[in-house]
């Protein structure tokens, strides 16, 4: 009986943890250099030239391009972050300064529906616009 409650227990355990899943999403350059495209304008460009990785834990609110444990695991930190969930969008920016010099910032805004994407990087020399669609990854490393 002790055996049976000790794994009913640890399937609870496993079960509740978050779960982040990884989006595979086919980008292009925004096209106007601001935050304001749409679906339809993306539909219109046809010049696909980069695939991101997206990670996203609602649980954890987390929505990067990098996933939250390999960024625990590099000591990593952001001045300041934010994740704002509603009905139909997720969105995240985070950023990092240093000593008053931006050396990066991340806004990511996702439809939660069509898997629309919207991706600003930034640093202190660049600024760039991506736009695309995303979708679930099988979860399977090719190395």
């Known amino acids: 009986m002790k055996i049976f409650i000790f794994f009913i227990s640890v399937f609870l355990c496993i079960s509740i943890n978050a779960k982040e899943k ?19 304008e993306f539909r219109n460009l046809s010049t696909i030239d980069q ?7 609602i649980e954890e609110r987390w929505l990067d391009v990098e996933s939250k444990i390999d960024f625990e695991n590099s000591g990593g930190m952001y001045t300041k972050s934010d994740f704002q969930i509603s009905d139909s ?45 995303c979708e679930l990854s099988k979860k399977q490393k090719l190395f």
Request: contains cysteine; aromatic residues 12%.
């Open 22 to 40: 990884i989006l595979l999403c086919k980008m292009n350059y925004g096209i106007s250099g601001e935050n304001d495209e749409t679906d339809i």
């Open 51 to 57: 695939t991101q990785t997206i990670y996203l834990d």
């Open 89 to 133: 969008n997720i969105f995240s920016v985070s950023f990092l300064n240093n000593n008053g010099v931006l050396i990066r910032k991340n806004v990511i805004e996702l439809n939660r529906y069509s898997g629309f994407v919207k991706h600003e990087f930034k640093t202190n020399n660049e600024t760039i616009y991506r736009t695309g669609y």
